[in-house]
């Protein structure tokens, strides 16, 4: 039921031939019963008729029988009862049952043995005279007309039934006055309304079916083009702005199809434009990142070649030199890392999975870091549950996240000891960077990631790095379908968590290190 | 003394790289577009190629593949593409190796060229096999059932690395190293693409090696030989 419930609110098809076919049942309800109520009663009327003329026939043979036998024998008027209640019996054409009731007036009916005046009282068919209304005797009693009355019947031996009581008032000979009833079965009548109430029915739902048919085949033809549209919406929202609608007609739905289509033109036309623009972008970058490259290679050799000769120039001369190699090394770094954000937003960034051991990695990544910080001080521990974690993903990019993460820290460590945690689970492995310094403002947590954002502008940039190391890291990450997080406070310091999937590319299921660090306040 | 070409479109970084390595003792044949490579190349053969990959006249892809037709010289690509793509790319037309512009030290340089130019596995002489490859160090050849397969330098330098030392399980880094003199990277590009440049010269079926396995998540090794 829910389900037909679903279906009838989520397709307009459903809607409309439902709706329909309801109105059309009200309708063929109405017009049917209307027609039925006007052919039973012809029916009936005439029944009725027939029926009472052949009881005014009757009646009149009764008594013109009993007319002529006037002053006969008791035997031949015995004789003439019964011939007469045999001929009012007999059942002509199309007639279902026809039975009398005979009584005489006065009397209870019961047989009598007076011979002087013979009481004729009798019934067929096994009638229950009991059932027989009071009414219409009393009627019939009291008028000289044929009286008639609609009724139930009971019989002795037999269902029963609706019948047609026809009744007058008979003298016979000898005897005295009664009551003649005719009683007319009404199964034949019964029968032919239920026939045609059946049929009345089968058309109603014959049309029904038809009309419910008929308004699927309309349906479908305002639906399909509806529908169409739809799939082809979906298409554009996946990206494929190629699909367009056919437009066979002149009609509605072709100017819909028409109105549709230019849409998608104008869409298409506008997202081309866009993606050129960003494309052009993207190029520029590119390109000018590229172009960079070869004039800083000479500088690069040439300023090596100045400074390996350095101690043979005056003091000024020789710091100059460590100053543009110096520069040199953060002016490259920082083209490096253009040119990795240019690949991210022109989304060509690949990733190149190998199977690799993660602890092995992150100890390197330490000897480089230190080394290149020239910062024997801070002391760095490692804490992980097993001796190798081997994961599958992109060993340049992990390794550049970790750098980028140790790096921060070693910033903003202020000589306090960083602690990395490392837990793997079945599907994902973290790796937390703790350190106890600056620490983050609980405002500057959502910033963190952006490009070129530093928590604190008038801060001098003491290691030099480019402002695009957290921000790439996060891309690095997200690349694998991973996650990096942050966590910090003011004084407490800052706490980096990278999650990745253990096989590259698959989803992760959750967070095996949470940002906020154990061994903080949980509930501040 | 040894001959460097150093092929590349801009004069001054040109230049620069003929200073860097005359003052490491090194030759230097300055050209600087694609198509007068060859005809240099075939007048004065150098011990080593430098060769940028956006040259004027011929394509350094180009380049490299015409050269390596016809010598085993060693060349080392010099470029300003880094992505993996551009890499596989050069290598793939023969180069030996690739260093991306900026590199970082001119020493870094001047010790690829040099490792590039040394004979490797100095160490080792006479004759090796491994699976029915036999390697004569000295005379520079692999056979395979008195059939030579030619090999580049750098390609005959790795195998040898291997065989050496059958059934040891070289890390790429290891390799890096060893073979490209590299003092520490993790860009195992460069040993991926020749793992399969030199099965598909030695192995049977490069789909199913049998010379140089793989470690999955640890690197290579030689096939431990069989019976013979």
Redesign the interface.
């Known amino acids: 039921m829910n389900r037909f419930a679903n279906r009838l609110r989520n397709s307009l098809a459903s809607k409309v031939i439902v709706s329909t076919v309801l109105l059309s049942l009200a309708v063929v309800w109405l017009t049917g019963s209307a027609l039925y109520s006007q052919l039973s009663d012809g029916v009936r009327e005439v029944n009725l008729e027939s029926s009472l003329a052949e009881a005014r026939s009757s009646f009149f043979n009764a008594q013109y029988q009993f007319l002529l036998i006037e002053g006969e024998k008791s035997s031949v008027i015995t004789k003439a009862v019964q011939e007469v209640i045999i001929s009012s019996t007999e059942i002509s054409l199309n007639q279902d049952r026809k039975s009398i009731f005979l009584n005489r007036f006065g009397t209870p009916f019961r047989f009598s043995l007076n011979i002087e005046s013979p009481d004729y009282s009798t019934t067929t068919d096994g009638l229950d005279i009991s059932s027989f209304p009071e009414e219409l005797r009393e009627k019939v009693r009291s008028s000289d007309l044929v009286e008639y009355q609609y009724s139930k019947m009971q019989y002795k031996d037999r269902k029963d039934a609706n019948v047609l009581i026809a009744g007058r008032k008979i003298e016979i000979p000898k005897s005295g006055k009664y009551e003649m009833y005719l009683v007319y079965s009404l199964n034949n009548q019964n029968r032919t309304l239920t026939i045609i109430k059946n049929a009345l029915l089968l058309t109603g739902f014959a049309l029904l079916f038809l009309i419910g048919l008929i308004t699927w085949l309309v349906v479908r033809q305002v639906v399909k083009p509806v529908r169409e549209a739809a799939t082809i919406a979906q298409k554009f929202t996946q990206g494929d702005f190629s699909q367009r609608m056919r437009v066979e007609s002149s009609d509605e739905i072709a100017t819909l199809g028409t109105a549709f289509n230019e849409m998608a033109l104008s869409l298409e036309s506008q997202i081309s434009r866009l993606e050129n623009l960003s494309r052009v972008q993207q190029r520029f970058v590119s390109d000018v990142s590229?172009?960079l490259?070869?004039?800083?290679?000479?500088?690069?050799?040439?300023s090596?070649?100045i400074y390996s000769q350095k101690d043979s120039f005056d003091p000024t001369i020789t710091r100059s030199s460590e100053l543009l190699v110096a520069q040199l090394d953060r002016f490259?770094r920082l083209l490096e890392d253009l040119l990795e954000v240019s690949?991210f937003d022109a989304e060509?960034a690949?990733l190149?999975p190998?199977?690799?051991?993660l602890i092995g990695?992150i100890e390197?990544c330490i000897e480089d870091v230190r080394a290149s910080a020239h910062d024997h001080v801070i002391s760095i521990t490692i804490d992980h549950e097993t001796e190798n974690v081997?994961i599958k993903a992109d060993?340049?990019r992990v390794?550049r996240i970790m750098r980028n993460l140790l790096s921060n820290a070693f910033d903003h460590a202020e000589e306090k000891p960083i602690h990395i945690t490392v837990v793997s689970t079945r599907t994902e492995v973290a790796v937390g960077v703790r350190d106890f310094g600056t620490g983050i403002e609980f405002s500057a947590l959502s910033r963190i990631f952006d490009r070129f954002w530093r928590a604190d502008p008038s801060r001098a940039r003491v290691r030099g790095g480019t402002g695009l190391g957290l921000s790439i890291a996060l891309e690095d990450a997200r690349l694998h379908n991973g996650e990096l997080d942050a966590w910090g406070e003011p004084g407490q310091g800052a706490h980096f968590v990278l999650t990745l999937p253990r096989i590259a590319g698959e989803q992760i299921g959750g967070r095996p290190i949470r940002p906020q660090p154990e061994d903080y306040p949980q509930n501040l | 003394m040894t001959l460097v070409m150093v092929v590349d479109d801009?004069q001054?970084?040109a230049e620069?790289?003929g200073?860097?390595l005359t003052?490491a003792g090194i030759d230097v044949d300055l050209v600087s577009r694609g198509d007068e490579v060859l005809d240099v190349f075939r007048n004065n053969p150098p011990d080593l190629v430098l060769l940028d990959v956006m040259l004027p006249g011929l394509d350094g892809i180009e380049v490299c593949k015409l050269i390596r037709a016809e010598s085993m010289v060693p060349i080392v690509m010099l470029s300003?593409?880094g992505?993996?793509n551009d890499i596989v790319k050069g290598l793939e037309a023969g180069a030996d190796d690739y260093i991306v512009?900026?590199?970082r030290?001119?020493?870094e340089l001047i010790a690829r060229i040099r490792t590039r130019l040394r004979r490797t596995n100095a160490d080792v002489m006479g004759l090796l096999t491994i699976g029915d490859l036999s390697i004569d160090v000295t005379a520079h050849e692999v056979s395979r059932g008195g059939r030579k397969i030619a090999l580049t330098r750098l390609e005959f330098d790795l195998l040898v690395a291997l065989a050496k030392e059958p059934g040891r399980v070289f890390t790429r880094d290891a390799l890096l190293g060893e073979v490209w003199g590299y003092r520490?990277s993790?860009?195992?590009?460069l040993v991926n693409v020749h793992v399969q440049r030199l099965r598909s010269k030695v192995e049977h079926d490069p789909e199913h090696p049998e010379i140089i396995m793989t470690v999955?998540?640890v690197g290579y090794k030689a096939g431990v030989m069989g019976g013979s």
Do not use: Y
């Open positions: 590229h172009e490259r070869t004039p800083l290679t000479t500088l690069r050799m040439a090596e070649v490259e690949r060509v690949v190149e190998v199977d690799f051991e990695l390197r081997m060993i340049r390794e | 801009d001054d970084l620069m790289l200073i860097v003052g300003a593409k992505d993996t512009k900026p590199f030290h001119p020493s520490h993790t860009d195992t590009r999955r998540g």
